[in-house]
C-alpha cells in the first residue's frame, strides 16, 4: 500500500513536473500529448501535458530526504575525477542539487535550466555562499535547444535526470560538443526501466542503449556505462573526441 502511494506521488510530481515547463514564457513546449516510447535515435520522449502541482513541490522532490540513499551523490561526483581547476556545466540543473555539490571542488560552475524559477533559486543559494565558493558559480538560463555554453567552455558536463526532457537530442549533444573542450566529459544519470518507485512512468524514460546510440551519433566516445552501481539509474560517461 505504502509502495503504491509511493509511486502515485512519484508520478504526480513528475507530471508536475512537466506542467511546470510547459508555463515557461516564449518557450516551445517541451512535451506533446500523445504518449509513446522513443525507439530511434533522436526520437522525442513524448511525455505527458497534463497534471498539477506548483514550484514549491518540485524543490521537495529534488531536494527530498531520501535522494540521498539512491542518488548516492559523492559516487556519483567520484565519476567526474579530480575536478580541480576545470569547469563544469550541470545541465537542467533544477534546484542546483548536483551544482552545489560540486562547487568547492571545481574552479567554475555553471548551473544551466531553462526554467527561470530554478535559477532564481540557485541565485538564491548563491548569495549564502562563502565568498569563494560564491565566485565560483554562475547560474545560466539556456535554451530549449541549447546550452549556450562558449566555445570549449566546459570541461565536464553533467545531465542528471534531464536527458528525456531534451527534444532533438542528437542535434543537442552535436551543440553541446562545441562547448566542452576536446576530451572533455560528459556524465549522464537517469531513470532505468522497470517500474520503479521513484522516477517517471517506464514508457517516458530514455533507456540507456538509447542514449548510448544518440552519443554516437553525435559524436562522442562512451567511455562507460555502469547500470548496478545505482538502484534506479545508469551512469553513463562520454568523451568529446580530440581532433586527430
Ligand atoms: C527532473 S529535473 C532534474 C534537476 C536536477 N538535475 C536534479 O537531478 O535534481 C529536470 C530539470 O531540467 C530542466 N530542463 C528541461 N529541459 C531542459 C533543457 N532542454 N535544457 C536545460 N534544462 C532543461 C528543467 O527545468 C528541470 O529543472
Redesign the pocket.
Known amino acids: 500500500m505504502k509502495h503504491i502511494a509511493t509511486l502515485i506521488f512519484s508520478g504526480f510530481v513528475w507530471f508536475a513536473?512537466q506542467h511546470e515547463?510547459k508555463t515557461i514564457p516564449d518557450s516551445p513546449s517541451?512535451f506533446k500529448e500523445k504518449s509513446a516510447s522513443a525507439t530511434t535515435v533522436s526520437d522525442p520522449v513524448v511525455l505527458p501535458s497534463t497534471g498539477e502541482g506548483n514550484f514549491e513541490s518540485l524543490v521537495a522532490d529534488?531536494e527530498s530526504k531520501d535522494r540521498g540513499i539512491w542518488q548516492k551523490p559523492e559516487l556519483v561526483i567520484s565519476y567526474l575525477g579530480d575536478l580541480k581547476g576545470k569547469t563544469v556545466a550541470?545541465?537542467?540543473?533544477?534546484?542546483g542539487?548536483?551544482t552545489f555539490r560540486l562547487v568547492p571542488r571545481a574552479k567554475k560552475v555553471i548551473g544551466?535550466?531553462?526554467?527561470l524559477r530554478?535559477i532564481n533559486f540557485m541565485d538564491s543559494i548563491k548569495v549564502r555562499l562563502p565568498e569563494t565558493y560564491r565566485n565560483r558559480f554562475e547560474s545560466r538560463l539556456?535554451k530549449?535547444?541549447d546550452?549556450l555554453l562558449k566555445p570549449e567552455e566546459a570541461d565536464k558536463v553533467v545531465i542528471?535526470?534531464?536527458y528525456a526532457?531534451?527534444e532533438n537530442r542528437v542535434q543537442?549533444l552535436k551543440t553541446l560538443n562545441k562547448g566542452m573542450v576536446p576530451g572533455g566529459e560528459l556524465l549522464i544519470i537517469d531513470f532505468k526501466k522497470n517500474n520503479l518507485p521513484i522516477g517517471p512512468p517506464d514508457e517516458f524514460k530514455v533507456s540507456s542503449s538509447q542514449v548510448e546510440q544518440e552519443l554516437k551519433a553525435a559524436g562522442f566516445l562512451v567511455t562507460k556505462v555502469d547500470k548496478e552501481v545505482l538502484d534506479y539509474q545508469y551512469i553513463i560517461l562520454a568523451e568529446k573526441r580530440t581532433e586527430k
Open positions: 513536473c515547463q517541451l529534488f550541470d545541465i537542467g540543473a533544477g534546484t542539487y548536483f544551466i535550466d531553462i526554467d530554478f539556456a530549449y535547444d546550452p542528471v535526470n534531464t526532457y531534451i543537442y
